[in-house]
């Protein structure tokens, strides 16, 4: 209990010397010190002890010490509302409680007794020793209230320099986590569209399988298998892209249908292709779409659709 030693200060010892029932002396003395103070009355006492904790050990008359007997010591501590009593080694101690009623308002840390004011300062400091502990401070007690006196000021001084440094900090603390939570929320955003995009496309991929009559496969080489001498294919697309594929935004196709492009030096060779798509029976129409004529490569470019 040192810390707690240190917060309560130097302890004062009041000796009260009765020489009569209301009849009595006062003496003052600082802990560890040899300097004593008479004084008058008890208002002077609290002066001079201010939050001071109080040791108030009572001697002379009406405090009796006697050999210790199995008896008696049953009888004073039975009787502990009405006695005040301390052991000390064969010899019980004792004072009436009324005959101390003048200095409760003192509100003394402890209250013990002493045969003779020269044992005073010993009896004070078990009894101190006695006090200060961990029990009595966990409990209502003179010394939980003295010591919650004592940490009153530097806990509220704690407390207003944790608000004042939460008052300036917390702003910017504030800004910082809404910028956060903003930015948060924006890729939140940003993942929730790249998903519906993903669902969107995988959907589309589907559905893009579930539309063709046949396998793609299937498909490219019977269109191929009836290619004339002479005729060349530059590309050949089942169910093709409309526009290319943008972000957030569903692939659209060419729903059923198939696109041949192809050239090829001889124009009779692009006829007898479209003819032989139709016999195929794999379509409900061939038709050719376009065809030009190359002067440069000397060839003519054609495009066929072929509705599936």
């Not at 509100?107 to 400091?125: E, F, I, M, R, W």
């Not at 972000?247 to 492009?261: A, H, K, L, N, Q």
Request: hydrophobic share 45%; proline share 5%; aromatic share 6%.
């Amino acid at each position: 209990m040192g810390l707690t030693a240190k917060i309560l200060g130097r302890c004062r010892v009041l000796v009260v010397s009765f020489t009569g029932a209301s009849v009595y002396g006062l003496r003052l003395v600082a802990a560890g010190q040899d300097h004593t103070v008479t004084l008058p009355d008890i208002g002077a006492v609290r002066s001079h002890v201010g939050k001071s904790p109080l040791i108030l050990v009572a001697c002379g008359y009406g405090v009796i010490s006697k050999a210790v007997t199995a008896d008696l010591e049953a009888k004073i501590t039975a009787q502990g509302g009405e006695f005040l009593w301390r052991r000390d080694r064969n010899a019980l101690c004792f004072v009436r409680r009324a005959q101390l009623e003048p200095f409760a308002d003192l509100q003394p840390l402890a209250v013990t007794c002493a045969v003779s004011p020269d044992d005073a300062h010993k009896v004070a400091a078990e009894c101190y020793a006695q006090h200060v502990n961990l029990r009595n401070l966990l409990k209502p007690s003179p010394l939980a209230s003295l010591l919650a006196s004592r940490v009153q000021l530097p806990i509220l001084a704690a407390l207003l320099l944790a608000l004042a440094v939460n008052a300036a900090v917390l702003p910017g603390v504030n800004g910082r986590w809404q910028t956060a939570q903003t930015e948060k929320e924006a890729l939140e955003k940003q993942i929730g569209k790249a998903d519906d995009a993903s669902k969107s496309r995988a959907k589309a991929l589907a559905e893009w399988g579930r539309a063709l009559p046949r396998s793609y496969a299937w498909l490219c080489d019977r269109a191929a298998s009836t290619l004339p001498e002479g005729v060349t294919l530059s590309s050949l697309s089942v169910q093709p892209l409309l526009k290319a594929i943008e972000d957030g935004r569903t692939p659209m196709f060419s729903e059923r249908e198939m696109v041949i492009s192809g050239h090829t030096p001889r124009s009779e060779s692009v006829s007898e292709y479209t003819a032989a798509l139709s016999g195929l029976k794999i379509s409900r129409q061939v038709k050719l779409s376009a065809v030009e004529y190359d002067r440069e490569k000397g060839r003519y470019n054609f495009r066929i659709n072929i509705e599936l």
